[in-house]
């Protein structure tokens, strides 16, 4: 009669051990982060090369070997995303309003938070054009990905203005998709028909150096003022399963930030090291001090993407508030 009481307890000891390592194990060890081609990427950049997530991961008593991959835009980002091989993406706001608006209702996936806010140069060596009304036929717009990327939409958004309602699309016809570095390559190398490249820092930064390149469209002009460039983001069930993670790198992300804004000098010898860029270390810390660069995880400017997709019929549903692309972390930051 007395070993029944015993083995119960010791039944219940066993399945208490149990639960503590499945519960101490529940979180991923392994963590698969995208960047792409960039300053605007370097808070990921110090993140990885300071190894900050494993930091703060520790701290929050995880084991984290972090998996770092490149790539040359946000769509094939999303891909990997859907297909479970990517746990965290970073890219332009496009890509991602596009796929939190097409996964609402299945996988769920949300911002995590913003890495900046930096302003997106046109910059044509056509002597002939000033401005996107003077493109024609002879021009070729390179960007990291049509329709989709943030490029392609301020570039929408610029057109809309330029020649009025329901011409959003008009320059779509113009534009080539291509990694940075190769539209770079190709606009000042005059190869491929490419005459204009719409960029991000530091390739509009070194294109502009060159006497023959000129901007001819600012996204802050567009947009009315500074918004977010980069984001990152997960599924919803990624960001569930990881919370303490999640933290972790929001934590690491803020603190990648700090070192942007008070080490500049030394984020910028990590990008030329970690990025093998072929730069000065000087001219990516002026860049980097720029004041229309501002290194900041709150989002700003957000609707105004989702509203224009909304009413061209890129997005599905209009969020009510930036707040419904992403996961509860950011909400009490003034976002917009």
């Known amino acids: 009669m007395k070993r029944v009481p015993i083995l119960a307890t010791m039944a219940l000891a066993l399945l208490t051990n149990i639960a503590g390592v499945c519960g101490a194990s529940a979180e991923t060890k392994t963590v698969r982060i995208a960047k792409q081609f960039g300053i605007s990427y370097l808070p990921i950049t110090i993140i990885e090369s300071e190894k900050l997530l494993e930091k703060h991961a520790k701290a929050a008593g995880l084991d984290v070997q972090p998996q770092w991959i490149q790539f040359t835009s946000g769509t094939p980002m999303n891909d990997a995303i859907l297909s479970g091989n990517l746990d965290l993406a970073s890219g332009g706001v496009g890509p991602m309003i596009t796929i939190w608006g097409k996964t609402r209702t299945t996988i769920g996936v949300k911002g995590v938070a913003a890495l900046n806010a930096m302003p997106l140069y046109l910059v044509s060596v056509n002597p002939k054009v000033k401005s996107i009304k003077d493109l024609t036929e002879a021009d070729r717009i390179a960007l990291?990905?049509?329709?989709?990327s943030i490029q392609a939409l301020t570039l929408q958004m610029a057109a809309e203005k330029a020649f009025g309602p329901g011409q959003q699309y008009r320059l779509d016809a113009l534009t080539v998709s291509m990694g940075h570095p190769d539209a770079q390559a190709a606009m000042l190398g005059e190869k491929s028909g490419i005459n204009a490249h719409f960029g991000s820092a530091p390739f509009m930064y070194q294109e502009l150096a060159d006497p023959r390149?000129?901007?001819?469209?600012?996204?802050?002009?567009?947009?009315?003022?500074?918004?977010?460039?980069?984001?990152?983001?997960?599924?919803?069930?990624?960001?569930?399963?990881?919370?303490?993670?999640?933290?972790?790198?929001?934590?690491?992300?803020g603190e990648a930030e700090r070192i942007l804004k008070e080490e500049p000098a030394r984020a910028a010898a990590i990008y030329v090291k970690v990025d093998n860029a072929k730069m000065d270390v000087k001219e990516v810390e002026r860049m980097i001090r720029l004041p229309e660069n501002e290194w900041t995880i709150v989002p700003k400017n957000i609707m105004a993407y989702a509203d224009f997709m909304h009413r061209v019929g890129a997005l599905s549903v209009q969020p009510a508030s930036w707040k419904d692309m992403f996961f509860p972390e950011m909400a009490d930051l003034p976002g917009s």
Do not use: Q
């Open 144 to 148: 990291p990905a049509v329709k989709t």
């Open 213 to 253: 390149a000129h901007k001819i469209l600012d996204s802050y002009e567009v947009l009315g003022g500074p918004h977010t460039f980069n984001v990152v983001w997960a599924t919803t069930k990624f960001h569930d399963a990881n919370r303490k993670l999640i933290h972790a790198f929001i934590d690491a992300l």
